[in-house]
């Protein structure tokens, strides 16, 4: 008998791995202060760190979003000894103001993988915390039967 309870594999229909994160306002402005604003050029593209910008420079609320954000919709993936592809994650402002999230390279194999098409996002934050909560859009496949063929 394993010692660990064995989770299903990601995708399927029926199945949704959420992610969620939680990042530290404090911890990301420290980081900003000792490091600057290239520290974060690692983990966020350009056109994101442009979104997190006011006329009085890096906000950070948006910047610790965007990273919680991208570790939500790295956990709806479920792979296990990869490191996260900060760079392949990418989340957006939409026109309408919320969060956006596209997949590029490894991030959009891994998803494949998982049967995942799309993750879908939301990002929080208050004072001292940014939270993320994110869904994947399970892609049907060809062979699965849909919810109304499994009752016939």
């Known amino acids: 008998m394993s010692a660990r309870p064995v989770a299903p594999p990601a995708g ?3 199945w949704a791995n959420l992610g969620m994160d939680i990042v530290s306002v ?3 402005r420290r980081l900003l202060a000792q490091y ?3 520290f974060f050029e690692r983990m966020l593209t ?5 979104d997190c910008r006011t006329s009085g420079g890096l906000d950070v609320l948006s910047l610790c979003g965007r990273i919680a954000a991208k570790e939500a919709a790295f956990k709806t993936l479920r792979v296990r000894g990869r490191f996260l592809p900060w760079p392949d994650i990418v989340v957006r402002r939409s026109e309408g103001g919320w969060p956006l999230v ?3 390279g490894p991030a959009a194999e891994m998803a494949a ?3 995942i098409s799309e993750i879908t996002v939301s990002i929080s934050h208050d004072v001292d915390y940014a939270v993320a909560v994110a869904a994947p859009i399970i892609a049907p496949t060809p062979s699965a039967p849909t919810p109304s063929q499994q009752q016939q």
């Open 12 to 14: 399927g229909l029926g």
């Open 26 to 28: 404090n911890r990301v």
């Open 36 to 38: 600057g604003e290239k």
């Open 46 to 50: 350009p056109g994101e760190l442009d």
């Open 102 to 104: 596209e997949l590029h």
């Open 113 to 115: 993988e998982s049967g």
